[in-house]
């Protein structure tokens, strides 16, 4: 059974927040530990570019939600996402 540690990364206007990072970070520990993957998840519009900047940052994968109605963050469009 996997354990891998995900991570939402959190992201205004397409940009990825630092917070983001220093959580992929803290959690490529972590992952060590237990012998698992880092997985990011990134919601958004427009935001599949973003994706590659998760991977050198350390996220093992991630798992892309891009979709014009997660343009601006609504809680029942991000969290059926």
Known sequence: MSKDIFVIAEQ???NI????FELIGRAKELAAEIKEDVVAVLLGSNI????Q????FGADSVIVVDNPILEHY???PY???
């Open 12 to 14: 205004l206007d397409g």
């Open 17 to 20: 927040s630092k917070v983001t």
């Open 48 to 51: 599949k570019g973003q994706a």
């Open 53 to 56: 900047s998760l991977i050198e």
């Open 74 to 76: 609504t809680t029942e």
């Open 79 to 81: 969290t059926k996402a």
